[in-house]
């Protein structure tokens, strides 16, 4: 298998970036959530953010998926 023609694309250079900072978005934010005294109002505000980034992540992965059936690396029968 060889990833060379996958991971030389810019495309997935910006994806696996973003997934980075999303990472790092919802991990700040669980840690907040979890340790610290945060009021109702700020805790329900985290956990939207959670949600949301918690979905932006899976759409990053599933256009990865994508972007590895356009090179022909996933998916081969």
């Known amino acids: 298998m060889n990833m060379k023609p996958f991971l030389t694309r810019r495309e997935v250079w910006l ?3 973003s997934l980075l900072g999303q990472l790092m978005i919802v991990s700040i934010a669980s840690f907040m959530l979890l340790n610290t005294d945060v009021s109702m109002e700020r805790a329900a505000i985290l956990v939207i953010v959670i949600i949301g980034f ?3 992540i899976a759409v990053t992965i599933l ?5 590895a059936k356009v090179t022909g690396l996933y998916g081969k029968e």
């Open 15 to 17: 994806s696996l970036l």
């Open 63 to 67: 256009r990865l998926l994508r972007l």
């Open 54 to 56: 918690a979905f932006v």
